[in-house]
């Protein structure tokens, strides 16, 4: 069993997560924790790198601090060609010294592997199953950057939410539970949570918050990754936001639309490999999803609220 994870103060019921109460380190920083808890994994980190800021984050935290780690880039290749190329070309400037696997994604998704995963591991994305197929390759002791929970503002409700990491993400967790590491760097522990949830406040007095539009889209592109940034740069990391992230799956999404000469959408790849996920692999829906939390947690959203508005006035 893994020492660190989300698993560890979440219980689920259901559709129920409740978030139990914990303790909060107060002598040390986000980044501090980050180390502290990387530090006592047994041996040698291995990062699952996608060239993204969740997870250099944690490869910043193991350089600052001398924690021995490696890095390991999931490159989707077809006919020799690799599909995430910008993502590919980040982790080469970043770390040379980069372990990248192969991944052959249509043979991947073609063969029903993919299906093998997502049931093994409880997820209903065929993303996610392919960096379930790499982890699986590299072996043990891994850790995956993950998200933050976060309070947001949702424009169409007018109101404060607190999200949780969904169901489907902890399919990380169930791999790190089997091959041991930390599933969600970012919600290691009840104390970095916390902490997270702490600068969010504080940044929404400056009017920096994760906000919540009807067209997803369009909030992931011109908010949210932003906002992401802005956490981590006041929490003490140096990593710098990339120009234009998006996950770096678009284009394999764009290679089926191609294939079956899709003409106006790209929704082929859904439909051949994320519509069956969601009939064979059964988690509950989102919108049925209920979160209890804490008081804690109660408090911080009630303050990210208030600095929100006064930011606004």
């Known amino acids: 069993m893994h020492k660190y994870g989300v698993n560890d103060f979440i219980i689920f019921d259901g559709h129920i997560i409740k978030i139990n ?19 006592d994994l047994p041996g040698e980190v291995n990062i699952m790198y996608s060239s993204g800021i969740d997870s250099e984050i944690v490869a910043e935290a193991c350089k600052r601090y001398s924690i021995p780690h490696r890095l390991h ?3 989707l290749v077809h006919n020799n060609k690799i599909f995430n190329d910008v993502d590919y070309q980040n982790a080469m400037l970043y770390s040379p010294s980069v372990e990248v696997h192969h991944l052959e994604f249509d043979k991947f998704f073609n063969s029903g592997d993919y299906i093998d995963y997502a049931l093994k591991y409880k997820t209903q994305s065929p993303q996610l199953a392919c960096h379930l197929k790499a982890a699986s390759d590299v072996g043990s002791n891994l850790v995956f950057g993950g998200d933050t929970m976060y309070f947001y503002y949702n424009h169409v409700s007018k109101q404060v939410e607190f999200k949780t990491t969904h169901f489907g993400h902890f399919c990380y967790e169930n791999i790190v ?9 970012a919600n290691a522990t009840y104390s970095l949570l916390i902490k997270w949830l702490e600068v969010q406040a504080v940044l929404a007095g400056q ?52 294939k079956y000469k899709e ?13 069956p996920l969601k009939t064979i692999v059964h988690l509950p829906e ?6 209890i939390a804490t008081n804690e947690i109660r408090k911080l959203c009630e303050k990210f609220g208030e600095n929100y508005d006064k930011s606004c006035n």
């Not at 539970?177 to 760097?185: P, Q």
């Not at 989102?286 to 979160?291: A, E, F, H, P, R």
């Open 73 to 75: 880039f999931m490159a």
């Open 263 to 275: 003409i106006g959408t790209i929704r082929k790849f859904d439909e051949l490999y994320r519509s």
């Open 177 to 185: 539970n089997e091959k041991g590491g930390i599933g969600n760097m």
């Open 207 to 258: 009017g920096i918050v994760n906000q919540m539009y009807d067209d997803f889209t369009l909030n992931l592109q011109k908010f949210n990754y932003a906002w992401k940034c802005a956490m981590y740069r006041n929490a003490g990391f140096q990593s710098a936001p990339k120009q234009n992230k998006m996950t770096g799956f678009e284009t394999v999404k764009t290679f089926y639309s191609d």
């Open 286 to 291: 989102v919108v049925d999803q209920v979160v």
């Open 21 to 39: 109460q914990g303790k909060v380190d107060r002598q040390l920083d986000i980044v501090e924790e980050y180390a502290r808890v990387l530090a």
